[in-house]
């Protein structure tokens, strides 16, 4: 495979990746802001999925409408829904030779749903949810179609690769965030609700409750984001999977180039498993979260090295 090609399937999934991570914090933080319906603040939001100036963020930092028209389909921001869409779209196009028919139809579907008038009209007069959620819906049907469709050979691989590199940066950063915005001390036994929208917005609400019994503990939901092998949201489940997908390729791969990317994973994964297990020392938990971030990005780097030629 050109690695022209396959650095273009690898964006295609991180783009898909970014937007369904985007797509539940953005539904988890709009139903927030009607729980706390006089002052929900976005601006994390807008920070993280935005290019505004501070005195730009104060002027619709607690206006829930604007903040979704801006961060969902606001060509000028760069980080906005619709880019990243138009993106993989764009990359899937110039592989179609690499990926089923089945899948470019459901990506250019999602492309065609998020540019529909019914979308923009719910945004901005009707209920953002029923946006959010047909759009999160379209998302789970490429993901199936992905499934059910591709073959299992170089491009599925580079496909996944970039796929959970991509999930385990937003599980870093959705739980950097949460914690910048809680800003209480992690051993305290106080319940927030910060907390349910975390596990929420990653979808381990439900596995959390499975686990645990009792109060949402901050030591026991950051456990379960950064070790638990079944939660597939999971940091470590993310790396594991990075590294699976990656061992895939070393058939057409350069015995010194698989052997550099590989390290690099490997080593990823045991600086995370064995880091501390002190869960409520918030220095501590920054510090694995950040350590782990750029590890992942420095395999990033390393793949555009040997694999892309960038």
Known sequence: MLSRVAESVFWMARYMERTNGLLRVLRTNYIASQDDVTNFNWRTTLQTYGYLKSEEIEGIQFDSRKVLQYVMLDRDNDASLINNITRARENARSVQDHITKEMWQALNGYYHLIREKEIEWLIKNGDPVSA??????????????????????????????????ERGIISIDVLIIRLNEIGLHLSQSEETPLWRYLLYSLSGYE????????LLRADLVIKQILHNPYFVHSISYCIHRTL????????????????????????????????????????????????????IVATTQALNQYYFGI
């Open 132 to 165: 959010l959620d047909l759009l999160l819906k379209q998302a789970l049907f490429l993901h199936g179609t992905i499934d059910e469709t591709m073959a299992r050979d170089e491009a599925y691989n580079y496909l996944n690769v970039g796929r959970y590199i």
């Open 207 to 214: 596995l959390y409750l499975k686990n645990n019994k009792g």
């Open 244 to 295: 699976r997908y990656f061992q895939r390729l070393q058939r057409e791969s350069t015995p010194e180039n698989f052997q550099k990317v590989e390290f690099l994973l490997g080593k990823t994964q045991n600086e995370l498993k064995y880091s501390s297990q002190d869960f409520t020392n918030e220095a501590s938990v920054k510090n694995i979260l950040l350590t782990t971030r750029k590890d």
